[in-house]
């Protein structure tokens, strides 16, 4: 499909998470083969006043493509200025968080905040429309309060003030994420716009993938991707979607050859070791010398994801990525969030989650993962 003058190799796509779709992440969803990824959300304001906690979070390489940052904020100007300085050039799609229910979001006029204002948002699109010549997304909510329905008319304002496609959430601000999703609400506004229109909300199976796949062009993933982040290649695989574009091993080959990753693949026991040099590259993108010591037959290697990969091949596989970005001190803290979401529905998995939880020494934390792993 296409979004603007974006070609996506298919409608399987990572939401924004806050806090959790960073560039190792991202790519690692990308290598399970998410269609398009998209950044944490990106406060607008703080890239104009080149925040440089802001600045980190636009990080991403050449093995991400395409990818989409999301910026909230609510003046015009605001983004017009930041879209015109080229900080967002690498990014092949700009979407605008007009959904976000978060208070500290909200009121500050931004994220959900904006479904109160259409004129306003219409204001921000055209500004950002008028800056570039990328495509602009919106992905907003059904309404701000409980009992509110502005699908149709905010749709319609997206489209009309130059978004390339929207994608729509639908539960209203006050609904927060409780209770269920009524495909219904997507089936309208994709009966009314020409634009693409993109699901998002309540996706955690093939089954429910396909489902909402029926009402609209594409499928946004968010909480489901941090608990099984191969739901995409599981949806690829089974809906008998093409894999010669997928992503995880064209990926996967790319950070190997650019040296960025040392992978382990342990299947009974035997090991596998893929020897890789390090990249001094963070970017990914120059400087990158190439390994002279991978002794590595894809078409073999291949054969390894003939099944989806394990939880620990996913599990090594994001280490490694997280050891490329930050220190291990770093990694510890955050990982924390994904390996406890990554061993939901492990039976005797909660005695390891507490202990991780208290833990500060990587080794340590990857010992315990791996022995917990190997031990089922």
């Known amino acids: 499909m296409n979004i603007g003058n ?3 190799n298919n409608n399987v796509f990572l939401a924004p998470m806050a806090s959790v779709t960073d560039r190792p992440f991202r790519t690692l969803c990308k290598m399970l ?5 998209y950044t944490e959300m990106v406060s607008v304001k703080g890239l104009y006043y080149k925040s440089k906690k802001t600045e980190e979070l636009l990080a991403t390489s050449s093995l991400e493509h395409p990818c989409a940052v999301q910026l909230f904020g609510h003046e015009p100007k605001i983004f017009k200025s930041v879209i015109e300085s080229g900080v967002l050039d690498k990014f092949d799609i ?7 229910p978060a208070p500290k979001i909200v009121k500050n006029g931004d994220g959900s905040a904006l479904m109160k204002d259409l004129n306003l948002a219409s204001q921000i699109i055209k500004a950002c429309k008028a800056a570039t010549n990328k495509p602009i997304t919106v992905k907003f ?6 009992n509110d329905d502005k699908l149709i008319e905010f749709a319609k304002m997206c489209e009309q003030s130059g978004a390339s496609a929207i994608t729509i959430h639908p539960r209203t601000r ?3 994420f409780s209770g269920t999703i009524n495909l219904e609400d997507i089936k309208k506004v994709k009966a009314t716009v020409n634009i693409a229109v993109i699901g998002n909300g309540d996706v955690r199976s093939v089954e429910e993938f396909n489902k909402m796949k029926t009402v609209c062009d594409a499928v946004m993933i968010g909480r489901e991707a941090v608990k099984s982040p191969e739901i995409f290649l599981e949806i690829l695989k089974q809906t008998n979607s093409s894999l010669e574009d997928v992503t995880f091993f064209d990926y996967y080959k790319e950070l190997i050859k650019k040296g960025c990753v040392d992978v382990f693949f342990k299947n ?13 590259d963070k970017e990914l993108t120059e400087n990158v010398t190439e390994t002279q010591n991978l002794n590595v037959n894809y078409k073999t290697d291949n054969n390894l994801f003939n099944d989806l990969p394990s939880k620990l091949q996913i599990i090594e596989m994001h280490l490694q990525l997280l050891k490329q970005e930050y220190s291990r001190e770093h990694i510890v803290r955050i990982f924390k969030k994904y390996i406890l979401s990554y061993l939901n ?3 005797n998995a909660t005695s390891l989650k507490k202990e991780i939880v208290l833990l500060q020494n990587l080794d340590e934390m ?3 993962i791996f022995n917990f792993f190997n031990g089922l």
């Open 366 to 368: 990857e010992e315990k």
């Open 268 to 280: 009974n026991n035997n090991t596998q070791k893929l020897e890789v040099l390090e990249s001094k």
């Open 6 to 8: 974006v070609k996506i």
């Open 33 to 37: 083969g998410a269609g398009l990824t």
């Open 94 to 100: 700009i979407d605008i968080n007009m959904g976000c």
């Open 174 to 176: 006050e609904d927060m």
């Open 141 to 146: 909510r059904k309404g701000f309060k409980k």
């Open 345 to 347: 529905g492990f039976k």
